[in-house]
């Protein structure tokens, strides 16, 4: 399973759809989504359903589909808030999670670790205040 | 806003050692979130820049200690004594007949000090003699002199019953003036109290160690003012001697500790001590001791099987009586049947707060408690009493409650369904998550696990769900938490009907 962290990255996100489209762009590029298309609308539609906010500045929008050709975790840390991930929330920091419908155990198993590793109130401190360097050790 | 609130809300803090929510307030001291603000707001005006609750968003409130303990010390250094209520002038003129009874005092330095008329003293004296006479205690008034007679062991009971609080500060306050004597007081007793626990190897729990407390504190102060007035015709009567035979080890301890009081008030105390001691000794719980069922006495084993029968004859408790619960609870019936005899009362300062969280079992507990007073020809069995009690059966019920069965939910079934579970595993320690499940086949595993009780979700439910639900954030908030714990204590509540 890929562990990516795109630090500030430098494409120009202005809101939720453009963050949407350059990470599945960045995915696509490396490889882990086939259907770039297919995995916004699910992520889009998992959004819907409920928020997932567990920060005030931290998301963890996810997703399992047949789009999905290898499961991982990106850290994203933008340059700038977004306004429109959530009403009345500035979010700038991101844990997508990618699952394709067949996945390995042993992936699943990781990213149930990486779940609970997450609960931690000091980890989630980190996940949303942390260095990029303080990340690293716990990604 | 009375002053009820304020000292409410503080004794409920003073419990807590961790922030109480807003919410979790108003409902223990049935008043709106709003009064709970205004309250603590009140309250720290007192202190403007130490505050004595603290709040924080999200989170409550939190006392600090250190801030309240100098806020009510400093309160109490500027009390004057024109200001006090007809309640405090009556307690104060109390603690100072009390503690130095049988002396007699004038009355004009008695009430002197309060400036009240001649009418207030009639009427003061007259309220005393009626609280006094439950204690066989005579207000006596000749020419213009004042003075309680009555038995030794009868002054201490008035003593420990209308002046000492369950609060060791207040009580070393309450007494003596001289600071460097009341300390030195102090600091012998709890040496004393360090040699009984060394000598029973075993700590002796609250409330019990402040009973033992106040007793030797009581006892030095009454030998400190009217020690030669304290008649020393008090002699062991057989069946007291007998008593002390049959429980040599505590015998010994108690003459041990006498004998250290004998030397550091320079006196010689009447043997009677001893057995006051003792008495004490007995009747409270020590906690080292593994109890076999065997070596508890007939008479123990009968009233508690009896208190758990009468208890669990009731529907709602039926399934509580086991053997933990027996062993447990005869440990401190042992003591408790001690203090009946010896007329010895504790206080219970979580009365309230069990009244509060178990009133149906304590209300069953108190009638099984009176039950037992007829049938065992005991002497009544306080509400104190009861409280202490009814903790036991409440332990017990919490015990053997069946763990909560949830099922929890997300869109995949692992992303914040696997961080909520982790979170709730972290707060909940009495939910069994069953199964994490992908929101598309929630029908699907429902139908399978019939066991489980709550579905909570992060996302939203289909409306054909037909077991109970709740959908919280990812973040599961101080609010989702507050949710969680109100679905749990409904489906609890709907478990204990059925």
């Not at chain 2, 419990?15 to 807003?22: A, L, Q, V």
């Not at chain 2, 008035?158 to 460097?180: E, G, K, P, R, Y």
């Not at chain 2, 069965?405 to 595993?425: D, H, P, S, W, Y």
Request: glycine content about 2%.
């Amino acid at each position: 399973m890929k562990k990516i962290i795109l630090w500030e990255p430098s494409f120009t996100v202005l809101n939720k759809a453009s963050l949407l489209e350059a990470i599945t762009d960045y995915l696509v590029k490396h490889g882990l989504i086939k259907d770039q298309k297919e995995a916004i609308i699910a992520i889009n539609k998992r959004e819907i359903l409920g928020s997932t906010l567990i920060a005030p500045n931290l998301a963890i929008p996810h997703l399992k589909s047949y789009a999905i050709r290898e499961a991982a975790l990106i850290f994203v840390k933008l340059q700038n808030t977004l306004t429109d991930w959530q009403k009345d929330s500035q979010v700038e920091r991101f844990i997508f999670t990618i699952v394709p419908e067949k996945c390995p155990v042993a992936d699943l198993k990781m990213l149930k670790y990486f779940y609970i590793k997450l609960a931690d109130d000091k980890k989630m401190e980190i996940f949303s205040h942390g260095s990029q360097k303080e990340i690293q050790k716990i990604l | 806003m009375t002053i009820e609130y304020r000292q409410a809300l503080i004794n409920y803090l003073l419990k807590h050692r961790d922030f109480s929510s807003g919410s979790e307030l108003s409902a223990v001291l049935n008043v709106s979130i709003k009064t709970i603000s205004r309250t603590a707001k009140r309250i720290n005006s007192q202190s403007v820049n130490r505050p004595i609750i603290e709040s924080k968003k999200g989170r409550g409130y939190r006392l600090n200690y250190q801030n309240y303990l100098e806020q009510s010390t400093q309160v109490k250094k500027f009390v004057n004594v024109s200001h006090l209520t007809s309640v405090e002038r009556r307690a104060a003129i109390l603690k100072r007949l009390l503690v130095a009874a049988p002396q007699k005092h004038q009355l004009s330095s008695v009430f002197g000090k309060f400036y009240v008329s001649d009418s207030v003293i009639s009427s003061d004296l007259k309220i005393l003699r009626k609280m006094l006479h439950k204690y066989n205690l005579q207000l006596k008034r000749r020419n213009e002199y004042i003075w309680i007679e009555g038995k030794e062991t009868e002054i201490r009971r008035a003593i420990n019953d209308l002046l000492v609080t369950d609060d060791v500060i207040s009580i070393s306050h309450f007494l003596q003036s001289n600071q460097l004597i009341q300390q030195q007081d102090v600091s012998f007793v709890m040496r004393q109290l360090r040699l009984i626990e060394e000598q029973m190897n075993s700590e002796i729990p609250y409330p019990y160690n402040v009973n033992l407390f106040s007793h030797l504190y009581i006892l030095i102060e009454r030998y400190h003012n009217v020690g030669s007035l304290i008649g020393k015709k008090f002699e062991l009567q057989l069946d007291e001697k007998a008593k002390l035979r049959q429980h040599s080890k505590e015998t010994k301890l108690c003459k041990e500790v006498i004998c250290n009081l004998n030397t550091y008030l320079n006196t010689q105390l009447p043997k009677i001590e001893i057995y006051y001691l003792y008495q004490y000794l007995t009747s409270s719980r020590v906690d080292n001791i593994r109890i076999d069922r065997n070596e508890i006495s007939k008479q123990v084993r009968e009233i508690t099987n009896c208190l758990i029968k009468k208890v669990t004859e009731n529907q709602q408790y039926m399934h509580i009586n086991n053997q933990k619960l027996f062993t447990s609870l005869a440990k401190h019936m042992k003591p408790l049947l001690n203090r009946l005899t010896n007329n010895i009362k504790v206080k219970n300062n979580l009365l309230e707060q069990i009244k509060l969280e178990y009133p149906r079992l304590f209300e069953v507990v108190k009638n099984a408690s009176a039950y037992l007073t007829k049938k065992y020809l005991l002497n009544p069995i306080d509400e104190n009493e009861v409280g202490f009690i009814t903790v036991y059966f409440a332990q017990a019920a919490e015990n053997m409650r069946p763990p909560i069965n949830i099922m929890v939910v997300c869109t995949t079934g692992f992303g914040t369904a696997q961080l909520l579970r982790a979170k709730i595993e972290k707060r909940f320690s009495e939910l069994n998550i069953v199964k994490l499940v992908a929101g598309r086949v929630l029908n699907v595993e429902v139908e399978k696990h019939p066991e489980v009780d709550l579905v909570v979700s992060t996302i939203k439910l289909p409306s054909n769900i037909e077991i109970p639900n709740l959908v919280v954030s990812a973040m599961f908030t101080m609010k989702d938490q507050e949710c969680l714990e109100q679905e749990v204590d409904h489906i609890r509540r709907e478990m204990m009907t059925q």
